[in-house]
């Protein structure tokens, strides 16, 4: 019987309420503009408390929480998909990615292979922890 893998993939979504509060914490004292609120996402995804691959809210919900225009909203999430740091498609949504060789800081990097618990195939015996 041939080895079968089952991938959840798992449907996280940052609501914008909470996404401003995180983000008026992160910018404290900065204006509110796009390069800011790009930079304030970029740093929330970088120290984990963003996680990968989570939607981020529509900009318009996103600019009503935070009391700034759409288009702030648009050119920051603009800025942060030439960066890198998002991905979209037309009519779907927006969510968090990181460019080539970047990786949270809070999140440890496994070798590959049977060193640090982590298999040739790329996955992680928890075991081992």
């Known amino acids: 019987m041939a080895d079968v893998r089952v991938v959840h993939s ?76 998002a991905a979209s498609r037309r009519g779907a949504s927006t969510w968090t990615e990181l460019p080539e060789g970047r990786h949270p800081a809070n999140v440890a990097a496994f070798p590959p292979g049977p060193v640090g618990g982590a298999g040739g195939d790329g996955t992680l015996d928890l075991a081992v922890a």
């Not at 790009?38 to 963003?50: E, N, T, W, Y």
């Not at 996680?51 to 900009?59: F, K």
């Open 10 to 85: 798992v449907d996280r979504r940052l609501g914008g309420s909470r996404l401003a509060e995180l983000v008026t914490a992160a910018a404290a004292g900065e204006r509110p503009g796009y390069r800011a609120l790009a930079q304030a996402i970029r740093a929330l995804l970088l120290d984990g408390r963003v996680p990968l691959h989570t939607r981020l809210p529509a900009e318009r919900e996103l600019a009503s929480a935070l009391g700034v225009s759409r288009a702030t909203v648009t050119a920051a999430y603009d800025l942060l998909r030439d960066s890198g740091f």
